[in-house]
């Protein structure tokens, strides 16, 4: 029987987050020869994805810490460190690129707007900051955190799920199916009125959460089965996602197939050996991006290389962000586990 802390999470979440990297360059490069390749890159399934991975490792790590206040202490130790310099270094470095003045910029009202709406997770209230960017694609600073929030509603979320079915263990089921239940109908209703912005948002998503919780809950049962459940999932997945283009059983489907690659190919268990970047890549990427093109990087320069360029520097920042800001905040535990992946 496999060990739950033996998994490919880690690769899972590198692909999940280089996936959102490079649909996000093809889409703000406006380059023509990228175009044909926008489909290779599925943002919403990579973001599902991370949504299955929270809901099971989240639920591990809620029942793995000693109180309510362990818990969310672990959780804003891992997400607002980063969070929290991404957005003041975007915020007080970008005044050198502005159309305005230094004064002007940090006296402009949108500055400060832009400021309390991402620093409380609501990016969409003000993606953008003056002066900046206003000649590219979008004028967004970093359009990949509008999920932060979702994530971390999620997390506040799990503490009330395990409360609400503590009394019996077959509540979580129950209970379960009522909140994929009204995440599907949620999604489908606000899809079918073409408001799809809002139907993605926390309820539309938590599906994919809860299925996450349920493959932890019955970790062990899914283990021993899940080579019989693959084919079925798959068959499902492929015909609501490319054939009739609906939201049913897609979630629960798409779910056990992360799940069946995170406890399958044991050579890529040891992904997240040297750091794990993800985190860096999602946050970091969309800017970096932004500023190549402000500067006419792709017109000026082959645009292949300006995209591998653009990788690299994603991935330096992202490794530089694991190990002098993420890591030094995060549990001695979890600082422990990255030493002994070190030694392996």
């Not at 599925?42 to 991370?50: E, K, M, S, V, Y």
């Not at 899809?191 to 493959?215: E, H, N, W």
Request: hydrophobic share 50%; with cysteine.
């Amino acid at each position: 029987m496999e060990k739950i802390n033996t998994n490919n999470f880690d690769f899972l979440r590198v692909v999940f987050a280089f996936t959102v990297c490079f649909a996000h360059l093809i889409e703000l490069s406006q380059v023509e020869m990228f175009q044909d390749y926008i489909g290779l890159f599925n943002t919403r399934l990579a973001i599902n994805g991370f949504f299955v991975i929270s809901g099971f490792l989240i639920a591990k790590s809620y029942e793995n810490s000693k109180s309510l206040r362990s818990y969310i202490i672990k959780r804003v130790r891992r997400i607002i460190p980063a969070y929290l310099f991404v957005i003041l270094f975007c915020a007080l470095f970008f005044s050198v690129i502005s159309k305005y003045s230094v004064g002007d910029y940090f006296l402009h009202r949108q500055f400060w707007k832009y400021l309390i709406a991402n620093l409380t997770f609501q990016n969409y209230i003000e993606p953008c900051l003056p002066g900046v960017f206003s000649n590219n694609y979008l004028c967004v600073v970093n359009g990949a955190l509008w999920t932060i929030k979702i994530e971390e509603a999620f997390y506040l979320l799990l503490p009330l799920f395990y409360w609400v079915t503590k009394s019996k263990k077959d509540k979580i089921h129950v209970f379960g199916v009522i909140v994929y239940l009204l995440s599907i109908l949620y999604f489908n209703y606000f899809v079918s009125i073409d408001m799809y912005r809002i139907a993605k948002q926390l309820p539309g998503a938590i599906a994919f959460f809860m299925c996450g919780i349920v493959l932890y809950k019955n970790f062990n049962f899914f283990i021993k089965w899940k080579h019989q459940i693959i084919l079925p999932c798959l068959f499902v997945f492929f015909l609501e996602q490319y054939i009739f283009s609906i939201h049913v059983f897609k979630p629960l489907a798409y779910s056990i197939m992360v799940f069946y690659i995170a406890y399958n190919f044991k050579f890529l268990n040891h992904f997240g050996k040297y750091g794990d970047i993800t985190y860096g890549v999602y946050i970091y990427h969309f800017p970096i991006i932004q500023i190549c093109l402000f500067y006419g990087f792709f017109q000026v320069y082959n645009p292949v290389f300006v995209s591998v360029f653009i990788v690299l520097l994603v991935v330096i920042l992202a490794t530089l962000s694991w190990y002098f800001i993420e890591l030094r905040f995060l549990s001695k535990g979890r600082k422990e586990r990255q030493r002994k992946l070190l030694s392996t």
